[in-house]
């Protein structure tokens, strides 16, 4: 992310950043950053499809921490991107490395930097419950979370290093000196602080003797997630007479002699003209135009432009439709508010820009086709919705272990045909809902009896069930539903009492979790990543249909270790009543959910293949 080696730069330096006692002052976060951090330094579980309510608890940490030293923060989240698509090569790049991560992690070897793909979802709906303002931004996020800082004269909480280019005022301050864990009390005070370190752009300019203006170029020669002269054809090659530096990486060497080099111009436009005198091959002129135009507009995106986010902030508004850049113009005008709410998916964007979808990354079995194609049919009716029929979207999706894209046709069910985008915000919720219900294959009837906020995951369930490759066993489906009762019971304690007590059911199936994680089965991994995606794909259908169903709270949905150990321990021969007995509704709840499924109208084909079960208690009930 932004300018590459440039982050360690800056520490290995150590005289840019400055200890600094941060307390009683607005903070913009960037929020993606946020989250990965989050996620990856608490070292929660990558493996088995992620444990979702742990970093709930981080994220309510977080912020916490922040309240009790009188930082007020605001958190905004990527949604949009630069509709050129500068960077697609770039993410391309990374989500090749994202899937041999994941290769790593199937075969049991060591990996890191695997996020569940719920897991935006699940921050927003935690921002939302603590109240703390946030905006997914339907620009390019950094731009904009810069120019906020500019307006507001705050600092940014960050690990993206093109925030050592753009020229912030208050500063930057990098996540990973940024220690809230160890909020202090200062000496002659009883204020609360987080110790961290800042950065500005005026030490760093200060030092090299550089214009500040010239950071941009220093970054576009450098090379980061836009241009890169390199890959271009256009290496940089020193001709200068300093001496050697020894035991110096060779990008800190470039860095050292490209600034001295800016030293020299004061003008950004001045720099650019002289780019081609340090480049080995001139051939190609027109070549070269095209480097430099890239160069150019690779500076554009560090220059700080009024955003839209302050107004949004403080009188809750989306950006004026007349206002907005051509290549959003495709979006309806009630899309913009719920878009910056973030109550509805930013993929829209993309694909009323025609533009391809990456699809996320799970640990699977990469013998058998994603995951992604499961809930494939889910996506189709999202982009028959936006797009009409007879339209096809571009996916990049994983086979075996390497990345590759296909074209998807969207449709549109039945009870679709009529609706129209610009008017889908105001069809009647009857229709929205049987709209869903039809995509996803379930009656209405299948929902009765179902708490409301458990109407999503049960439609999503019966879904996975019928169309996962390699068809669920019963202890899939009991595992799975059992952890969706772990989760309304956590769910339940913490919102009565502030924290999670413990009672019998919660006792048993937190002692599973605390066993810790048993070797993979890559089997079990790979049915609970359609279903993942699966839920994925409807909660994005549900909000693009304005709710016709609850959302539920998407953090007690799931636990992957639990669901994991879960599927070890029915198919041992331990039953779901031995683990829900002493709490009647609990055991009430997972009945309801079960015979949901089992019951459906739809299902009667399959009911022989899934109970009654031999692991039922009195009256036949399966278990």
Known sequence: ???????????????????????NSKLVIDGSNLYHSLYFKSRLDQKHGGDYDDFEDQVCKFFKALRDCGIEPYVIIDGGSDFSDKKFETLLYRVQST??????????????????????????????????????????????IASLAERWNCPVLSYDSDFYIFDIQAGYLPISHFKWQNASTQRWSSQNYIPCKRYTTTSFCRHFKINRQLLPVFAAITGNDY????????PIRWEDKLPMEPNRRPRVVFFNKLLNWLASFQEQQEALDNVPRLIVSRNNQHNMDAALQALSLSIETYQLQPGCLEQFFIKDKAPDP????????????WTL??????????????????????????????????????????????????????????????????LTSSMVKAILPRAAQQMQL?????????????????????SQSTLNGIPPHLGLPVAVTYYWLRHAHLRPDHPFLQALLLGLVYGELCRQRKSQTGFIEEGPVLERLRGLIQRGASNLDLAVAHAYSQWQRCMRDGLDLNQ????????????????????HQLVGQLRGGVTPDSLLMEDPSSGQLY?????????????????????????????????
């Open 227 to 234: 241009v890169n002269l390199d890959k271009m054809g256009f």
């Open 591 to 623: 009945r309801a959910m079960l015979e949901a499924i089992l019951n459906s109208q739809e299902t009667e084909t399959t009911g022989q293949q899934y109970g009654p079960s031999t692991d039922s208690g009195a009256g036949g009930r399966r278990g």
């Open 322 to 333: 007349g206002h907005l850049p051509d290549h959003l113009s495709v979006l309806p005008d």
């Open 99 to 144: 899937l041999n991560k994941a290769n790593n992690l199937s075969k049991g070897l060591w990996g890191s930097g695997l996020l569940p793909i719920l897991i935006k979802q699940v921050f927003k709906q935690v921002l939302s419950s603590l109240k703390v303002p946030f905006a997914q931004c339907i620009f390019e996020a950094d731009q904009e």
């Open 1 to 23: 992310m932004g300018v590459s080696g440039l982050t360690s730069f800056i520490d290995d330096h150590g005289t840019f950043l400055t200890d600094y006692h941060f307390r």
């Open 422 to 442: 610009d008017m889908l915000n105001q069809a009647p919720h009857s229709v929205r809902l049987e709209v869903f219900l039809e995509t996803l294959g379930v």
């Open 544 to 563: 693009l249909l304005c709710f016709p169903l609850p959302e539920p709270q998407i953090a007690w949905l799931y636990r992957g270790t639990l669901v």
């Open 337 to 402: 508010l719920p878009l910056m709410k973030g109550t509805l998916p930013s993929c829209i964007i993309y694909i009323l820009q025609l533009r391809p979808v990456i699809q996320g990354v799970q640990v699977e079995d990469p013998s058998l086709a994603s995951g992604n194609n499961t809930s494939r049919p889910i996506r189709q009716v999202v982009f028959g919705l936006l797009l009409g029929e007879r339209r096809e979207v571009e996916e990049y999706d994983r086979e075996g272990i390497n």
